[in-house]
């Protein structure tokens, strides 16, 4: 295990290689993220993510990075390796470790924010010290980075031989401000879960919310999510729909709750209760379990996403929501604008709550456009399934990066070693 200055016991844990599963003959590839019990939405994805190259016939070796709150007990065979995120020794010694693992290839999860160093550069150490391909998934594309930002974003482009986005968006940014060809970038959508939601009175009986209408937005709470704007939207919804319940289910940021504990959650109730809508919102502090969430977004009769971050390029909430088949009102993001065209949900503009209000009260008193939505919402998520998207992982890794390099050769053999990182 990877900890403090350096590896702590053997690199690879757990019964050594006889923990990767399944089949010891399988290629093996290593998934570089977050992973549960850290709480965010990266490590819900590389969690998922493995589960479905290893549904598609591959061993998964997995690399997992630890903040201030780790070590984490990680559940038995889902982590290999751990590094704490500001050791950037320790990142030097997890690439040799996959080297010397054997992996084919190293799907990456980027997000400047989980690796240490000026906009996340200990990863770079990373990349220096494996000489396998690597395939990257960009979770955030920048259009405007600062300057230390885009070095790290440059330096991660070069050393990947493949690069994934969620979003057509992302794609155009690579291509005109990062000058990346084509036919280097892959869109492949975010996965959600192969399970079918089960029906909406029987999910509503199971939580208490029989004969509601329920609104949802889910995640880790942070005020970058635009609750507020649902909050002053909420009493103009009441009047129309005076059962109604707002549901707003998620634990507050790590983050946020160690700089300021839980102020912000109760600035929320406050809120309401000023707007006379408390008996109309449900704050639910909790990070929920799969079957839980599914449960959650069963019950749901409109999906809300008002975020305030026009650049954000993807989202696994709304991607569940929408892929499930839930009608959703969103702020137009950039993900949000992607994945709801084509009458798949809708956009209202950002901190418009009257905007908001509006759809929804639409929505809720139009049976037959809420049933065109949710058939054409279920359409799209059909390519969404961890199932289908594994397999494009799978293909990636093994496909396009594992053979850009002929057996025998090293990446020093192919390409000069990449510049130092920001100190």
Known sequence: MISG????????????????APGGNAPLV??????????????????DLRDAISGAGLRCFTLAISDTLGPYAYPPGSVDLEVRQDDAAAYRHAGAALDRAGVRAVSLQHEFGIFGGRAGAHVLELLRATEAPVVTTLHTILERPDADQRIVMEQIIDRS??????????????????????????????????TPLGPSAAAKGRLGLSGRPVLLTFGLLSPN??????????????????????????????NLRRAEGERYRLSLAERARELGVEANLRLIDRFLELPDLLDYIAATDIYVTPYQNEAQISSGTLAYAMGLGKPVVSSPYWYARELLSDGRGLLVPFGDPRGFSGAINALL?????????????????????????????????????ARSMPPGMTRGDRAPRLPAAVA
């Open 5 to 20: 200055s350096g590896i702590v016991g053997p690199p690879i844990l757990r019964g050594g290689m006889k923990a990767f």
């Open 161 to 194: 031989e493949k690069l994934v986005v969620m979003a057509r968006k992302g794609a155009q940014i690579l291509i005109d401000r990062y000058r990346v060809s084509p036919e280097r970038i892959a869109l492949v959508p975010h996965g959600i879960p192969d």
């Open 365 to 401: 008193g139009d049976d037959s456009q809420r049933a065109g939505i949710e058939a054409r919402a279920l359409r799209a998520g059909a390519q969404m399934r961890w199932s289908v998207v594994g397999n494009r992982y799978a293909s990636l890794l093994l496909g396009d990066a």
């Open 225 to 254: 999510k635009g609750i507020e704007v649902m909050l002053d939207a909420l009493p103009e919804i009441v009047r129309a729909a005076p059962d109604i319940l707002y549901l707003v289910v998620g634990a507050t940021h790590p």
């Open 30 to 47: 290593a998934i570089v993220g977050n992973h549960p019990p850290r709480r965010c939405g990266i490590a819900t994805f590389t969690q």
